[in-house]
């Protein structure tokens, strides 16, 4: 795939869309303390190259990718993610890829950012002081399990 996409060239151009939308976001810009977005341009071009058969150099220089991990510190909602799903569309689509490996593509980033939100509590995204009460965000849901029933 990685190579069907366009290589690193296309990671790359995906990426610099992608912060060029970053950087004039007021909720998604303070989520990256770094004046300097190059650092996060880099990692995530790297972690995309990686996912897609690309080079491996993201673990390399950083270990598994542990997304879900990395990103608990900040405060992800839905609007966050939304945000994020929108300057990533632009990315995506500044790519002009054939149909299927656009959808592949898109598919991917989507569930992806699903699998961040880590809040539905709107506070804004940054890192949160003392990190997150997991226990207590938990402890506030109100939780339902229900047993399928059996299917013949």
């Known amino acids: 795939m990685y190579e069907q996409m366009g ?3 296309a990671f790359v151009r995906l990426v610099d869309v992608f912060y060029a939308g970053v950087a004039t976001d007021d909720v998604l810009r303070p989520m990256y303390p770094e004046e300097d977005l190059g650092p996060a341009k880099e990692r995530l071009t790297g972690f995309l ?3 897609w058969g690309g080079p491996t150099t993201y673990s ?3 270990g598994h990718p542990r997304l879900r991990m990395r990103h608990m510190p900040f405060h992800v909602d839905p609007e966050a993610r939304d945000r994020w799903l929108l300057h990533m569309r632009a990315g995506v689509d ?3 890829l054939p149909p299927l490996l656009e959808a592949t593509l898109w598919d ?4 992806a950012a699903h699998a961040m939100v880590n ?3 709107s506070r804004g995204i940054g890192p949160q002081s003392g990190g997150r009460d997991d226990a207590a965000a938990a ?3 109100p939780l339902t399990i229900r047993r ?3 299917v013949p």
């Open 119 to 121: 809040t539905f509590e």
């Open 148 to 150: 399928a029933p059996d």
């Open 139 to 141: 402890a506030s849901l």
């Open 108 to 111: 991917y980033l989507e569930r």
């Open 94 to 96: 500044d790519l002009a």
């Open 49 to 51: 190259e990686q996912y």
């Open 7 to 9: 290589g690193r060239a």
């Open 60 to 62: 390399q220089q950083r």
